[in-house]
């Protein structure tokens, strides 16, 4: 497992894409299945910058962990932020013409889509969000 330490600020996030890549490249990832988690990624990240503390800005860990069997790749964000569980937010209707849908929840709606499993916890005053994909 690989660990990233940074400042949930909106422009660390070519920093954190960097180090997933960097991951996703050693362990032999396609091109396309990279290019769908980076979006992921940066649903995710923006998120936690965005959201996740109220007056000031505080850290966020990124984990990469390569699976063997099958090859896959879980990347696991953490947070001290408010406590926010983003998989319970309802999906959007996605049939409704984009001026009728409700804002927001589009980005994690994609990221569950695009994702082989994504699980959250909150846990010792922490928010855990992992999400793992398929490299094969």
Same mark, same amino acid.
């Given at each position: =497992?690989?660990?990233?330490?940074?400042?949930?600020? /909106?422009?660390?996030?070519?920093?954190?894409?960097?180090? #997933? %890549?960097?991951?996703?490249?050693?362990?032999?990832?396609? =091109?396309?299945?990279?290019? @769908?988690?980076? &979006?992921? &990624?940066?649903? #995710?990240?923006?998120?936690?910058? @965005?959201?996740?503390?109220?007056?000031?800005?505080?850290?966020? &860990?990124?984990? #990469?962990?390569? =699976? %063997? %069997?099958?090859?896959?790749?879980?990347?696991?964000?953490?947070?001290?932020?408010? +406590?926010?569980? +983003?998989? !319970?937010?309802? %999906? +959007?209707?996605?049939?409704? +013409? !984009?001026?009728? /849908? !409700?804002?927001?929840?589009?980005?994690?709606?994609?990221?569950? !889509?695009?994702?082989?499993? &994504?699980?959250?916890?909150?846990?010792?005053?922490?928010?855990?969000?992992?999400?793992?994909?398929?490299?094969?």
């Amino acid at each position: =497992m690989k660990e990233l330490i940074i400042e949930a600020k /909106r422009e660390n996030l070519p920093t954190v894409l960097a180090f #997933v %890549d960097e991951q996703l490249e050693a362990a032999g990832c396609p =091109m396309l299945t990279q290019t @769908s988690i980076d &979006v992921a &990624v940066e649903e #995710v990240f923006i998120n936690i910058a @965005s959201y996740a503390y109220e007056l000031e800005s505080g850290t966020a &860990v990124v984990q #990469v962990t390569v =699976m %063997d %069997d099958p090859l896959s790749v879980e990347i696991t964000f953490i947070d001290n932020g408010n +406590p926010y569980d +983003p998989l !319970k937010k309802e %999906d +959007p209707d996605i049939t409704l +013409p !984009k001026q009728k /849908r !409700k804002k927001g929840g589009l980005g994690i709606f994609m990221v569950k !889509k695009t994702m082989d499993n &994504v699980t959250y916890e909150y846990k010792d005053g922490k928010n855990i969000l992992t999400i793992t994909k398929n490299l094969n």
